[in-house]
């Protein structure tokens, strides 16, 4: 059973850069697509990016000045960067696996609250 | 960007009703829409994928339906789990996008 656990630093102060990563059991990040979403409280879904492993990554052009994912095969593990963050990018962030050509949104990381906050 | 609209934006029902949940694309997704369930303080859970195909795992009562730019869900029978929020999200073309929401809730 593919399990996807967020983590980082809940409170980031208003532009700095946000930092989370997302820690992926049960199955090797090779060969799937890893997105991130995130969802301001009361809010609906937005998906900020995707990456997969060894090769691109594509942003929603609404963030894409401000956004780095990465992965790194060796620990199972996807980050995500935010960088020069207002109160605008208080949100739950999502990690999610991607699956199938085109890919759909398959297993999803439980979130973690992120606040922007001096 | 492809913009999705969700009708109702909620939907007042009592257990047992059949429901049904209507997705819109501003332009041709093909098949290429996923419905996903969300309850509060927790992730999307998949529901279909494909427009139709219901992922495993999932009670039958479920299914999808539609193609180009008009989808629907349907709850058959709708149970005391199954209130909660419900989107729809494209990825037929980047950025992927999901609709503004319908919130089932108890009549």
């Known amino acids: 059973q593919v399990q996807l656990q967020e983590s980082g630093p809940r409170l980031v102060k208003p532009s700095e850069t946000l930092s989370l990563t997302c820690s992926v059991s049960g199955d090797s990040i090779n060969n799937y697509y890893w997105n991130w979403i995130r969802q301001p409280a009361g809010k609906g879904l937005e998906w900020i990016g995707r990456?997969?492993?060894?090769?691109?990554?594509r942003y929603n052009a609404s963030l894409q000045s401000r956004v780095t994912m990465s992965v790194d095969t060796s620990k199972n593990e996807l980050s995500l960067k935010v960088t020069s963050v207002a109160a605008a990018d208080t949100a739950v962030y999502f990690c999610a696996r991607g699956r199938g050509s085109p890919f759909y949104l398959d297993h999803w990381g439980q979130g973690a609250l992120v606040a922007v906050s001096s | 960007d492809i913009q999705l609209t969700q009708s109702p934006s909620t939907l007042s029902a009592s257990v047992g009703d059949r429901v049904t949940l209507t997705c819109r694309a501003s332009q041709n997704i093909n098949i290429w829409l996923a419905w996903y369930q969300q309850k509060p303080g927790k992730a999307p859970k998949l529901l279909i994928y494909k427009a139709s195909s219901l992922e495993s795992g999932v009670p039958a009562r479920f299914s999808g339906s539609g193609s180009g730019t008009e989808f629907t869900l349907t709850i058959s029978s709708l149970q005391t789990d199954d209130f909660a929020s419900y989107y729809c999200?494209?990825?037929?073309?980047?950025?992927?996008?999901f609709g503004g929401g319908t919130t089932v809730e108890i009549k």
């Open positions: 990456i997969f492993p060894g090769g691109t990554t």
């Open positions: 999200q494209q990825y037929d073309d980047y950025p992927l996008t």
